[in-house]
């Protein structure tokens, strides 16, 4: 008869005792056990063999709320770290495209480089999908002119550091890439995360239809309304940036596609910004400074709008709003949220949007929330390797928002002043002069802030979009 002989060294004061292969503890419920070791030893005979809990070790179980950019990123990189993963998503197709008030999304080289770390594969596809900007010029330019007033060099900063370049793709492609790689047996759609629940050994999270899942970690990753955001820290309302956005996509292959990647036209209360996104179509987005809408304008009257307060600016404004079909054009309310000094409490944490809301005019939204993913994963993967207790799960979040937040709150910092400096842009000085005769005489001169301006941006700009384009020194 073969002799089994089981060896277990604890150092809680609970009691382990094993029925075949089943572990069974009795003890005070708030007691964890920490297994120093606990190995099976059979000798001769066919005899059960049990498994070494020290291979087997249980799997980090990760629940995300919000099946967006950084859910599905953050779930990818979970994924292939081996962790237990599932994501609730209230409804997919309102996250994955254009339809949406959502147009293509800018990757930085920052956000590219931490995809590459997550998945090659996945990486190398949605830079086989996307456009490329990065090796064509890019910059602000007058908007009445279309005169140049400043350049961003995307492509020495990225070649330098050997990172991929910046590319815009669509959003809809990007989230068909990500809900393939990350699969359906962890994304479930139709399921809004509307409480949590933390106890001493784990969270759990409450449905809209009633269910109910465990697991060791909770991160809210469902957007600027975030439901875990509000339990976590009560309701509070979003800023209004003073700022109404048209948005437009259309079929449309201006002269210049070759040479510039985007632009962005500067005007005074409003600004235009224009970028290739790659098969044949143009993305642009205007702004107008005007009161929150609780009525958004009729569809049929966006283009006359637009017209109206565009109408004597450069051609190539002109031509991009011409060119878009009216139900390609939609208007949507630009808001933020002030940043916090800290994300979570306890097992529960908040990623992308739902922790630092930020103004789209810096492009830097979705690329934070990748970002986000690539620190929490590295956080997180200091304590997987074993059994973590509860002081190391939150001491492990406690650090990704530590080591997060001082980068982007210069980046949500930077996004508010940029808002503000855009529109106050003003070129020409207007004098009026009455002549003897009764017809008014109006005179421009450029103003003398300008050539200071553009001074002060050639020297502050390469070392702002190095800075961001490098990650801050997380590769």
Partial sequence: MASVQILCACTSSSQVQYHGSTRYRYGYPSERMNERRCSVRVEGGKGMVLPNLEEEKRKLRVLVAGGGIGGLVLAL???????EVKVFEKDLSAVRGEGRHRGPIQLLSSALAVLEAVDQSVARQIMEAGCVTANRTNGLADGLSGEWFGLFDLLTPASRKRLPLTLVICRMTLQDILVNAVGSNILRNKCKVVDFIQEPSKVRVILENGEQHDGDILIGADGIWSEVRSKLFGLEEANYSGFTCYSGLTSYVPPYIDTIG?????????????????????????????PPSNDPFPEAGKKKRLLDLFGNWCNEVISLISETPENMILQRDIYDRDMINTWGIDRVTLLGDAAHPMQPNLGQGGCMAIEDCYQLI????????????????????????????????????????????????????????????????????????????????????????????????LW
Wanted: proline letters at 5%.
């Fill in 262 to 290: 985007y632009r962005v036209f500067l005007g005074m209360n409003q600004y235009f910004v224009a970028s290739d996104v790659g098969h044949g179509k143009m993305q642009w987005y205007a702004f107008h400074g005007e």
């Fill in 378 to 473: 590295l956080e997180l993967d200091k304590i997987a390797r074993h059994d973590p207790d509860e002081s190391e799960v939150i001491s492990a979040l406690r650090r990704y928002e530590k080591k997060r937040i001082p980068r982007v709150r210069v980046l949500h910092t930077a996004s508010r002043m940029a808002s503000k400096m855009l529109v106050n842009y003003q070129p020409y000085i207007e004098f009026k002069f009455w002549p003897l005769s009764k017809n008014v005489t109006n005179m421009q001169i450029k103003h003398p802030g300008i050539h200071a301006a553009q001074a002060l941006f050639k020297f502050t700009s390469p070392q702002f979009v190095t800075w961001m384009m490098e990650g801050h020194g």
């Fill in 77 to 83: 990189a979970a994924k292939n770290k081996g962790y």
